[in-house]
């Protein structure tokens, strides 16, 4: 795309050179049509002014004439464009241009059509998220409504009290943790810098998040292997905080029933990695281009435990941290990584 816009510039300043050529080359012609004409005595001359007069009039009317024909041609694509841009404003995704088998049209083309295709997916992302999200918003708040009414009986017994009070409190923490997801992703989005940066345990911190989700991975009767020596790290520690609960209760969640998630730290090509592992089915390679998107959730039978904005909200913080984040995934384990930029890894030292 880059290399492709300096060229239509050429085009654009080839197609004024030719309106130039065009209007010199009929003021040429029709001076010498006007000296035939003169010499055979077929006119005759009383003013000087008169003929030129007359011979700048009919060339820059032919020209004009001529320039418009030739000029349908190599304002084709730029008309195509136009329309193309045109059509995306109005919310057409569906748009796409076709400006021939030049080089140079072919990559603006393939430029333009990847953006229209980016937006559509984005736009049906969009789209998906609102009414996946307006689902999952209203189910709790009916849940909440509907148990609330039910404790309004006087008669109800205590057990069922204590149970319907637990939904609630549950539902509302669902609503709660919906709301912060989508409030962290609009902050990260906003922030360009990385902020509030300290050196602090990153072994502990890490230990920490396994602990505040045991209850998930018990509930599934896992196995967290979180072996590891004592490191120390300078980075934002709220928000990698937030990217490794987010990674882990990823692994809890797509992990299978029994099954086991491994936390590591270790170095990789001269680089300190985190990896968070976990037995589980494999995801498609198709998937794993996507799964750092917004709202895209890779297998929609777990979507009722999120709205697909975690790896999302992985892949901005790992950005401000200047660091990579990549899936590995085969039939037995997936594995996300956080590999930190740098030689030796400037974040990262041990203790």
């Known amino acids: 795309m880059k290399n492709t816009l300096p060229r239509f510039g050429l085009i654009t300043l080839a197609f004024s050179a030719l309106v130039f050529i065009i209007q010199s080359v009929t003021l040429i012609i029709t001076g010498l049509l006007f000296m035939a004409l003169y010499h055979f005595g077929f006119i005759a001359v009383h003013n000087i002014w008169t003929p030129l007069i007359v011979m700048a009039l009919f060339s820059l009317i032919l020209g004009t004439i001529i320039s418009l024909f030739f000029s349908k041609r190599p304002l084709r694509p730029i008309n195509a464009i136009i329309d193309g841009l045109n059509k995306l404003a109005k919310g057409d995704y569906e748009a796409r241009i076709d400006l021939g088998k030049l080089h140079s049209a072919k990559e603006l083309t393939n430029s333009f059509n990847t953006l229209a295709t980016e937006l559509q997916n984005t736009e ?172 895209y959730q890779s297998d929609v039978s777990h979507s009722g435990e999120g709205i697909g904005l975690g790896l999302s909200i992985v892949k901005k913080i790992a950005n401000l941290h200047n660091a990579n984040i990549s899936v590995d995934s085969n039939d037995q384990s997936t594995t996300f990584t956080v590999k930190f930029q740098g030689g030796d890894c400037p974040y990262l030292e041990k203790r």
Request: aromatic share 8%; hydrophobic share 40%; net charge negative.
């Open 124 to 295: 049906m992302l969009r789209s998906d998220f609102v009414n996946n999200f307006s689902h999952e918003f209203k189910t709790p708040i009916v849940s909440i409504s509907g148990f609330a009414n039910l404790l309004q009986k006087v008669d109800l017994p205590d057990d069922q009290r204590r149970e319907y009070l637990q939904i609630i409190a549950e539902e509302a923490n669902r609503l709660a943790d919906m709301a912060t997801s989508v409030m962290n992703l609009t902050k990260i989005e906003n922030q360009s810098i990385l902020t509030d940066v300290k050196t602090y345990n990153l072994s502990e911190q890490l230990r920490t998040c396994i602990l505040l989700l045991e209850k998930r991975w018990s509930a599934k009767q896992l196995v967290f292997e979180a072996d590891f020596a004592e490191q120390q790290i300078t980075a934002n520690e709220e928000l990698l905080k937030q990217m490794w609960i987010n990674l882990i209760d990823n692994a809890i969640k797509f992990a299978d029933p029994g099954g086991t998630v491994k936390v590591s730290i270790e170095q990789q090509d001269s680089r300190c990695a985190v990896s968070i592992c976990n037995t589980g089915p494999r995801i498609p390679e198709e998937e794993q281009k996507r799964i750092f998107q917004k709202f």
